[in-house]
Structure formats: structure tokens, C-alpha cells
């Protein structure tokens, strides 16, 4: 039997099995990054500045050492043993990126707000932070800058040695432009602005390092182990095999936990110097200044079509927002956008034009979605404009540039192929949640009364699964690491299995979700089934999580791993009860051979004859094996959304009345965790389109340094969700899947922004740049009838 | 640097008696003087919720209360609602209605959840609405709260007392 032959539904897979992880959470028992403690830890603070930009004449450290049990104070230059600065990954072929060096202390200079000048390192917590604010910093400020369209006029220059504040230009591109816009009876341009945001996971970060005898061990609140171990051992100078990194619990990350940080490496540098414990927690105001954040793009979309719909080019320029460094894939994540520009939708000729910008703010870098919720919303609001220029129905004017479900596997103009899809069904089984017709009254009627009510939609597909390296690694896109997955699976003498991958969850439920995979394949209950994650030293080698990864790569590598267990428990029936490996197969919880149902052992009875050695000739005994797996393809996700909405015009307030999404991830493993990443994925975007967005002023002092100004959504700006799925299985994988971690951020930010716009139409109102703050909605609504028309 | 205070706390049914600073916050006397790591911190400005705990019945955020201030207390904390063998049917709710995801928010959510159906006994049955107007000073990054109401509604409908 091969891999391909596993049918994909099976006892354990499909069922909403709640969650095996979630015991030890209800109960206050898991165990997250700050509560890891050592003999002997000590404690660090960090001394971050002030100033967006300055450089630094000196640092007093004397006041701070003379307070009790302050053990040291380092700063840049004290760090002058590490191997190189911290990595950026992303060395796209023939592209050349600026890229500033960046220690995990500034060295002569801070280049945004929050940059770390200094570290305290003493016995305890509190006394570390009142330290710190004795540490005297002599700053010669320089002239800031913080738009990234000025920035890139000239100077000041965030680093002066590349007299530009350009870091590189990218682009990604098919067909020919300009027949395509030649051909258009009808082009809309637009300028929409993607603001830069936190990922904000509820656990800020945190890592506690432990040198000693020449190991070090060193657990983080982060997505990335496996690259965190490679990283501390290239910069430490210490052999890859004496570095373990451990993920405990991790809550949650959002993409702003894939990552190598300055404090991760601090942490362990400090902990060898001194010879003890080093820990930090990040506090939530440094994790809003200094952690990595996301979008922050300008994007001019121009976009043609004929009369009767049919697009013919779309033009896409992007000025991104990098801020003040390079970090692990900081210049990668708007390209990562081009690679679905294009949509759901059929356009012969397409091209991406990125330009980064050096700004001086906290760096940008991978945010749930990660580029391609900035391609989707552009699209997607660019779309609804277009079919009111043409005068078209949107929806009708989406179906009729659909690619159709029988031209998948199906390349675009820039030569991505999407795996499958069937967009028309999706959309259609949003409309039975969604009675158009009944609304279209309802809204009237409403309107009558003043109250403005309006319903945008997204149609989406998005790139995940991130992975095959053919197509992102070094030979492909640029990223300097082959992005298969592993996975090991181990049967226990008495049956039970534990298996490991290298995927890396925090939040995810993959403890359950990867124990189903292995149960159906294995003939044994999901409860048996522990699935081990997030540590360098158990199990093999792994590439993590991010980019909806987890299942398409990591999941399958677990599938293709178990059935080579299966196939090998296959052998030792065959061998015990005398008859041929292709007549025995898996029935319920027993291995039997076909025809003879009585005739059949269980998976423990297979692992003692296996540990006995009462194996075929020729055979290993054991029960065990190690599989890696890089797919062919990425997985291609999609779905339709709809958003309904009121806007008080008086006081420009938006209110989210109803959210329907119609969500394809192939295949489901279970649909209890697909619907709750979906709802949180949904609400991400929510916040993004509402609330949230990190503000500096002119000077590059940041606006949103806590959560009191940094609006997250809470449980009353939020209706419930209405969800339900198509399963169209992805080709890629034998499970048929693909990721569900971004979907609901992907799609959902241009459906409410439609929405609102949907809304204001009569009042003249034809775009508004998210955040849809109340005053933002209101000065569009004043500007529309100044002018007859806005764009704001 | 000030001396130390002596407090005196009932934590979970369990009396203590600890030495402290009179700064030190009562989220990190339960977390690093008592071991209870089950109450988290996600904030240092009072908004999220993750450090809340029931004192004296009430539900409090743990971060904005001093130990001090809290001498002579009954605080009840996650790990004295239910263990993982026998949950609290608030605890089992969010296992059933999946209303975790990373689970960092999850104990002061339940906190508050529990205090807040606790408050209204006798009121009739709490309403969507009301459960995400009482939820509103504890902050979810994963489930969109969706999941979190309906594990609230769904406690609240099993415990006879919150049924209208
Ligand atoms: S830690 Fe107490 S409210 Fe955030
Ligand atoms: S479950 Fe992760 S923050 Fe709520």
C-alpha cells in the first residue's frame, strides 16, 4: 500500500474530538515560559531608548552596579565575542538587500524607539527594572523619520552608510501589462493603505537560559525552536549537538514568535559569561515597542477590465514599511503577497512592484497572514470599486472571473499554480446562509429610518503550507533553509505511540488533531497517541510553525510516517499468522487478514512480537521510524465571506451585526479547532479593520505603547461568527489538506471594509483606508459632501 | 529599600503567612512566593485580564491589587476551582465548547466567567449579550471570544441556579 491509498476520513479523523492538550490548561497546570524557574536564575532588564533616532555618546552604568545584588550591566560592545549579528534569512537570488547590521545591543546608535542600549542582569525581578533606570544614556538625537513615502525621498536616512532609506526592490510578474491595460474599457486605480499592526499574543515573550558544563538549554516563547537552536549555536560559536531550545507552553504567537531575537541571544550569551540562569519576560509595553510587527504597506493597485467584466491586468506597486532593521524574514513578507496577487480570479497579465522602505520604527516581519492579507484586501476592495464603475453586480462581477473548478490544478500569469478549488462553491453556499434579496429590503428600509447598513464580501484564496523548498528555499524564492517537515513515531511495547514533529504549536490543538492522523493509521485510540513537540533534544530534526504549515507539511509527514509503521506491523502479521503482507489490513482497532476477520493481532500485540524480535527475516526488531517529507506544492485555501454592518453617520461609529464565512481546507481532521481558528482568525482582522493599529508621530515616538491605546477587540465589539465549510481536497497531500491558521485574517478584513463602504454609498462615500475609526468614517462622510465623492 | 511586610492569606482553603515588600504585586506573591503559576500576566496596565482571581468572592484582576492589600483575604485561584480530574463545570465547558486555544487567557477568563454567572445568581438566564458585556476587562488573542461565550452560556445553562 502506498501513502496515496490512505483514504482520508477515517474512526478518529473528521470527528470534533475536543482537545487532548486542554486539561492541564483549564486546570492552571500547563506550564508557559515564566514559569520555569532554576536555582540560582537571575534576572534581566533591558534598558531600551527613548529616542527614534539618536546616536549614543555614552553609558553610565556605575549607579546600577552599586545597587544590591545587581551582578552586571553589559552593553554593545561587551558583546563583541558573537559570531555576526542577528540573521536575516531571505537572500533572494539576484536581488540585493541593504541590510544594516543588527545586534541584540545598539552598537553607537539606536535607530527606533524600544532599541535596547543596555542590559541589567541581577537576583531579582524587581530590583533588575529599578536598576535599569539607573543606567545614565547620553543620546545625541538625529532627525527621525517615520513615513515611509518621505523616507524614500531622501534623507534623513535610518542608516546613513546607504545614503537611501531603500532596502531592495522586488518584483513578481506574468503576461503582458500593457496589452492587458490597452485592452481595458474600464481602469480603477486606487491607493490603499494597509497600517501597520501588533500580533499581540496574550503570552508577551519570554526566555530563560541555562549554560552549563558547555550545554546549553534555553527555553523561549516561541514558533521557531529549530531555528532558534541553529541561530544561538552559529552566533555563540558552540557545536549545533550542545544547544537544546525548548518551546514549553507557548500562548499563542501570531507569527510574532518566528523569530531569532536579540533577547533570546542575550539571554544565553549572559547566562555563559556568568555562569548562571538568565531569564527575561517581556512586559506588554515593551512587547507593543520592540516585539516584530506586521502589514504596514502602501499599496497603488490599478486595475483593468472590459465592459463586460472581464479583467485584463492588474498593476500593483507596494511601498513597504520595513522599519528600522532586517530581521529573520522582514524584506520576504510583502513578496509573500505577490505570490497570490491575482486572487481567485483569471487575469492574463499581472505584476508586483515592492519596494522596502528603512523607517524609524520597530521592525516589521511575519503577522498572522503574513502578505497576503495585504494582496487580498487590495483585491478585494479594488474589485467592489471596479464593478461599481462598471456598473455590474460584485458578486456577478467576481463569477465571471472566478478560474473555473474544472481548469485546476491551475496556473496563473506569474506562474504559481494553485493545487484546487472550486470558488463558485463556496460562494454559493454562502448565499444560503446570506438571503440577499432580504437584505437589499431590510437595508432600504433601514435607510429610511437613518440607519445605515451595508454587507461587503471576500472572495479569497490563499498560498500556505509553507513548503517545498524547491519553491521558497534558496534555489527558489530565497530563504536559506529547505522547509519539508519531520516527524517520528514510536510504538511503546504495549502499544501505545509516541510520536514527534517538528512543527511547533501554540494554540494550535495539534496534540489532538496529529493523535487522530495517527490513530486511524495505526488502529488505536487518539487518547494513547502523545504527540511531542517544541524540543531540539527528542525528537528529529524539525522546521516549525508558521505560515499554516503545521498539518499540510507536518501533519502528512506524521501520515507517511504511521503508515510506515502500519506497513511494517503489516509484515510481522503476515510473518506470525502465516500469510502475505498484501492480504493483511487494517480493520478498526486490529491488523487481519482479509477474508478471515478473527485472524488479526493488535497494534500491542504487533509491538511485542517487535520487541521480541519475532520478526521476518531480515527485519529490524522495533517498532520505530523517522519519515521527512517536502511536498510538491504549496496548498491553496479559500473561501467567501460576508460582513454586515451599521455606521452611525453622526458619530461614524461601525458596528459588525452579523460575519458569515465559508472557509475550504480540503479535508477536515477536525472541525471543532478548523471553526475556532477560523473565528480567531476572523476576529485578527476584525481588530486590524476596526481598532488596532500601531501609531507613531512625527518624531517617531510611539502613540500605542499599551494596551490601553492599543485596541484589541474585546468580547462586546465582536458578534458571534457564523461558519460553515466546503471540503475540496488539496492534491499536494495525502491527507488532502490544507491550513486553516490565516485563512480568517486573510479574508476577512476587506469583507468588513466593503461592508462599510457598501454602507455609504448613498451618501456619496466610495473608499475609506482601515482603521474604520469612528473619526476616519466621519471625515470620509464630511469629505464626500464637500466634494460629491471621497477618497480618503 | 523599604523592609518587608507580613501578610496573611487564605489562598485556595489554605492559610499563609509571607514576608513581602509592600510593592509586590499579589499576582506575583501567588505566582512566585506561592508556586501558583495557573494565574498569568499579560499586561502591566490592567487591561487584559489573564491575573484575574476571586478575592473574597470577587473577581479581581491580581495585577492591580498589592499582597499587602490583600491581608487577611480568601483568594481562590484557577488551581482551587478544579483540578484536571474534576474540573469545575466552567472549566469543563471551555473543554467541550473549545474556548481555548494557546490557553494563556484561559484561567482569568475562567475567573471572570465563574464570578460573573456567580454575581447574577438568581437573575434568570445570563443573555449572549450580557456574557460579552461581563467578559469585556479579559482579553482573547485566539478564539474571537465565539467560542468563549458559548462555553459561558453553556456552563451557565447547566447550573440549575443561572436558568431562567
Ligand atoms: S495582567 Fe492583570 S490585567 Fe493584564
Ligand atoms: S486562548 Fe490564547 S489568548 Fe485566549
Redesign the interface.
Known amino acids: 500500500m502506498t501513502v496515496t491509498d490512505q483514504a482520508p476520513a477515517g474512526r478518529h479523523v473528521g470527528r470534533p474530538l475536543?482537545?487532548k492538550?486542554?486539561?492541564?490548561?483549564?486546570?492552571?497546570?500547563?506550564?508557559?515560559i515564566?514559569?520555569i524557574t532554576l536555582p540560582g536564575t537571575l534576572w534581566a532588564a533591558f534598558v531600551r531608548s527613548p529616542e527614534a533616532h539618536a546616536r549614543i555618546l555614552s553609558v553610565d552604568k556605575s549607579a546600577a552596579l552599586e545597587r544590591?545584588g545587581v551582578h552586571a550591566v553589559f552593553v554593545g560592545e561587551d558583546l563583541a565575542d558573537l559570531a555576526g549579528p542577528l540573521p536575516l534569512a531571505w537572500v533572494p537570488p539576484g536581488v540585493e538587500v541593504n541590510n544594516p547590521e543588527h545586534w541584540p545591543l545598539a552598537r553607537g546608535a539606536v535607530k527606533h524607539v524600544g532599541d535596547p542600549v543596555a542590559v541589567v542582569i541581577g537576583e531579582d525581578?524587581?530590583?533588575v527594572v529599578d536598576a535599569a533606570a539607573d543606567v545614565v544614556v547620553d543620546y545625541e538625537p538625529l532627525p527621525a523619520v517615520t513615513d515611509p513615502e518621505l523616507a524614500l525621498k531622501g534623507a534623513p536616512f535610518v542608516h546613513e552608510q546607504f545614503a537611501t532609506n531603500e532596502t531592495h526592490r522586488w518584483s513578481l510578474g506574468g503576461g503582458d501589462l500593457d496589452a492587458g491595460f490597452a485592452e481595458a474599457d474600464v481602469v480603477v486605480e486606487r491607493r490603499v493603505v494597509n497600517h501597520r499592526t501588533a500580533g499581540?499574543?496574550?503570552?508577551?515573550r519570554g526566555v530563560l537560559a541555562d549554560y552549563r558544563a558547555g550545554t546549553l538549554t534555553l527555553w523561549s516563547s516561541t514558533q521557531v525552536p529549530h531555528f532558534l537552536r541553529l541561530f544561538l549555536a552559529i552566533l555563540l560559536g558552540m557545536s549545533e549537538e550542545r544547544v537544546r531550545v525548548i518551546a514549553p507552553?507557548?500562548?499563542?504567537g501570531?507569527g510574532s514568535k518566528l523569530q531569532v531575537y536579540g533577547e533570546e541571544v542575550l539571554a544565553a550569551w549572559a547566562s555563559r559569561k556568568l555562569g548562571q540562569p538568565v531569564k527575561w519576560i517581556e512586559?506588554?509595553?515593551e512587547n507593543l515597542a520592540v516585539t516584530h510587527q506586521g502589514r504596514d504597506q502602501i499599496d497603488y493597485v490599478k486595475i483593468g477590465a472590459k465592459r463586460d467584466g472581464t479583467l485584463t491586468a492588474l498593476h500593483v506597486q507596494i511601498i513597504a514599511d520595513l522599519g528600522a532593521y532586517n530581521m529573520l524574514l522582514t524584506p520576504a513578507i510583502p513578496a509573500l503577497g505577490a505570490f497570490v496577487m491575482s486572487g481567485v480570479y483569471r487575469i492574463p497579465a499581472v505584476q508586483t512592484d515592492i519596494v522596502g522602505v528603512f523607517t524609524n520604527k520597530c521592525p516589521t516581519d511575519a503577522i498572522r497572514g503574513a502578505g497576503r492579507p495585504e494582496a487580498t484586501h487590495l483585491i478585494e476592495v479594488t474589485m467592489d470599486q471596479l464593478a461599481h464603475e462598471l456598473g455590474m453586480d460584485r458578486l456577478e462581477l467576481r463569477r465571471r472571473n472566478f478560474i473555473p473548478k474544472d481548469q485546476f490544478p491551475a496556473e496563473v500569469a506569474f506562474g504559481i499554480v494553485y493545487d484546487s478549488g472550486d470558488y463558485e462553491k463556496t460562494l454559493e453556499k454562502l448565499l444560503e446562509h446570506v438571503d440577499l434579496d432580504a437584505f437589499r429590503r431590510e437595508q432600504e428600509e433601514l435607510r429610511a429610518r437613518g440607519v445605515y447598513r451595508g454587507i461587503g464580501f471576500s472572495t479569497y484564496t490563499e498560498i500556505c503550507g509553507l513548503a517545498p523548498t524547491r519553491a521558497v528555499g534558496p534555489q527558489g524564492f530565497g530563504n536559506q533553509a529547505g522547509f519539508w517537515e519531520s516527524a517520528m513515531v514510536r510504538v511503546h511495547n504495549t502499544g501505545a505511540v509516541t510520536a514527534y514533529t517538528g512543527a511547533s504549536p501554540?494554540?494550535?490543538?495539534h496534540e489532538t488533531t496529529f493523535a487522530q492522523i495517527v490513530a486511524d493509521r495505526l488502529g488505536v485510540d487518539p487518547e494513547v497517541v502523545e504527540i511531542v513537540h517544541g524540543d531540539t533534544a527528542t525528537g528529529p530534526e524539525g522546521r516549525n510553525t508558521y505560515g499554516s504549515r503545521s498539518l499540510a507539511v507536518g501533519g502528512e509527514a506524521l501520515a507517511r510516517c504511521a503508515v510506515k509503521i502500519a506497513d511494517k506491523a503489516r509484515a510481522i502479521v503476515a510473518h506470525k499468522l502465516e500469510a502475505a503482507p498484501e492480504d493483511i489490513e487494517l480493520v478498526d482497532d486490529r491488523f487481519v487478514v482479509r477474508g478471515s476477520p478473527d485472524r488479526g493481532m493488535t497494534l500491542a500485540e504487533v509491538a511485542g512480537a517487535a520487541y521480541l524480535n519475532e520478526v521476518p527475516e531480515g527485519m529490524e526488531p522495533g517498532l520505530e521510524t523517522t519519515t521527512f517529507w517536502d511536498p510538491d506544492n504549496f496548498v491553496f485555501p479559500f473561501g467567501a465571506h460576508a460582513c454586515i454592518v451599521d455606521v452611525d453617520p453622526e458619530t461614524g461609529k461601525v458596528t459588525v451585526q452579523r460575519y458569515v464565512a465559508v472557509d475550504d481546507c480540503g479535508h477536515a481532521i477536525n472541525p471543532?479547532?478548523i471553526?475556532?481558528q477560523v473565528?480567531?482568525?476572523?476576529?485578527?482582522a476584525i481588530g486590524q479593520a476596526l481598532y488596532e493599529q500601531v501609531q507613531y508621530d512625527d518624531r517617531g515616538q510611539l502613540v500605542t505603547g499599551?494596551?490601553?491605546n492599543y485596541g484589541?477587540p474585546?468580547?462586546?465589539e465582536?458578534p458571534?461568527?457564523e461558519t460553515d465549510r466546503t471540503e475540496t481536497p488539496s492534491p499536494v497531500n495525502s491527507l488532502g489538506v490544507k491550513g486553516i491558521g490565516e485563512a480568517?485574517t486573510i479574508a476577512a478584513s476587506p469583507a468588513v471594509t466593503n461592508a462599510v463602504i457598501d454602507a455609504l454609498r448613498p451618501l456619496g462615500v466610495d473608499y475609506v483606508n482601515m482603521p474604520l475609526s469612528p473619526m476616519r468614517i466621519w471625515d470620509a462622510i464630511q469629505g464626500a459632501n464637500r466634494e460629491g465623492g471621497s477618497q480618503s | 529599600m523599604s523592609g518587608t511586610v507580613n501578610v496573611r492569606l487564605t489562598v485556595n482553603g489554605v492559610e499563609h503567612t509571607l514576608d513581602v515588600e509592600p510593592r509586590l504585586l499579589l499576582v506575583h506573591a501567588l505566582r512566585d512566593e506561592l508556586g501558583l503559576t495557573g494565574t498569568h500576566v499579560g499586561c502591566d496596565t490592567s487591561n487584559c485580564g489573564a491575573c484575574t482571581v476571586h478575592l473574597d468572592g470577587k473577581a479581581v484582576k491580581s495585577c492591580t491589587v498589592l499582597a499587602v492589600q490583600a491581608d487577611g483575604a480568601e483568594v481562590t485561584t484557577i488551581e482551587g476551582l478544579g483540578t484536571e480530574d474534576d474540573l469545575h463545570p466552567m472549566q469543563e465547558a471551555f473543554w467541550n465548547n473549545h474556548g481555548l486555544q494557546c490557553g494563556y487567557c484561559t484561567p482569568g477568563m475562567i475567573m471572570a466567567a465563574t464570578a460573573l454567572l456567580a454575581d447574577r445568581e438568581g437573575e434568570g438566564m445570563i443573555t449572549e449579550e450580557e456574557v460579552r458585556h461581563g467578559l469585556e476587562g479579559n482579553l482573547c488573542r485566539c478564539t474571537g471570544y465565539h467560542n468563549i461565550v458559548k462555553s459561558v452560556l453553556d456552563a451557565a445553562s447547566k447550573t440549575g441556579e443561572m436558568v431562567a
Open positions: 475536543r482537545r492538550e486542554d486539561p492541564r490548561l483549564l486546570a492552571g497546570r500547563a506550564r508557559y515564566d514559569d544590591a525581578r524587581y530590583a499581540a499574543p496574550m503570552e508577551p507552553e507557548v500562548g499563542g501570531f512586559t506588554r509595553s501554540h494554540g494550535q490543538g471543532l479547532v471553526d475556532g473565528h480567531g482568525g476572523i476576529a485578527h499599551t494596551f490601553v484589541l474585546t468580547a462586546s465582536l458571534s461568527f480568517g
